[in-house]
């Protein structure tokens, strides 16, 4: 019964069209930083899917990761504190003894934080393939520095 209800509740939150958890951290001109919880891809959360997208709409498909990571972004801490009652066992001091356990835990809050640009489109004398191929004449390279081995060269 327990799984009914929590498939429903999924479902329920599936279908009613979550906000995305995608953001931008920092937008300019063809480049910025977008930040998700996680930087998983897998059911139900699709955070870099969700950045991926936002990417898209701000760039065009065109676009490159420069640098992606977990950042933190603040500090969490828990207090527990349990409480043990017992009975005293010396017959003077009838009652009870209470003894208190506190534990304090910090972590950090994180985010995953892509950085992205826009593609720079190729020069108009660079083949489809994006690569420009260079010769060098009389057996030097660039600067006249000759390729290793004194062998002339053709790249």
């Not at 279908?15 to 139900?44: F, I, M, N």
């Not at 001091?93 to 809050?109: A, E, F, K, S």
């Given at each position: 019964m327990i799984r009914?209800?929590?498939s429903a509740a999924a479902l329920a939150a599936g279908l009613s069209g979550c906000a995305t958890p995608a953001r931008y951290v920092e937008r300019q001109p063809g480049a910025g930083v977008v930040a998700v919880p996680t930087g998983t891809d897998v059911w139900p959360t699709y955070h870099r899917r969700a950045a991926l997208e936002l990417i898209e709409r701000h760039v065009g498909a065109g676009y490159e990761i420069v640098d992606e990571r977990e950042v933190a972004t603040g500090k969490a801490t828990h207090n527990d504190q349990r409480v043990h009652e017992r009975e005293t066992l010396n017959p003077i001091l009838d009652g009870t003894r209470q003894t208190v356990t506190n534990t304090t835990t910090t972590r950090d809050v994180t985010e995953w934080r892509i950085s992205?640009?826009?593609?720079?489109?190729?020069?108009?004398d660079t083949p489809a393939g994006g690569v420009r191929r260079t010769e060098y004449r009389s057996g030097s390279g660039p600067d006249g520095v000759k390729p290793a081995g004194g062998a002339d060269c053709k790249q």
């Amino acid at each position: 019964m327990i799984r009914v209800a929590l498939s429903a509740a999924a479902l329920a939150a599936g279908l009613s069209g979550c906000a995305t958890p995608a953001r931008y951290v920092e937008r300019q001109p063809g480049a910025g930083v977008v930040a998700v919880p996680t930087g998983t891809d897998v059911w139900p959360t699709y955070h870099r899917r969700a950045a991926l997208e936002l990417i898209e709409r701000h760039v065009g498909a065109g676009y490159e990761i420069v640098d992606e990571r977990e950042v933190a972004t603040g500090k969490a801490t828990h207090n527990d504190q349990r409480v043990h009652e017992r009975e005293t066992l010396n017959p003077i001091l009838d009652g009870t003894r209470q003894t208190v356990t506190n534990t304090t835990t910090t972590r950090d809050v994180t985010e995953w934080r892509i950085s992205y640009r826009k593609r720079a489109e190729p020069a108009a004398d660079t083949p489809a393939g994006g690569v420009r191929r260079t010769e060098y004449r009389s057996g030097s390279g660039p600067d006249g520095v000759k390729p290793a081995g004194g062998a002339d060269c053709k790249q």
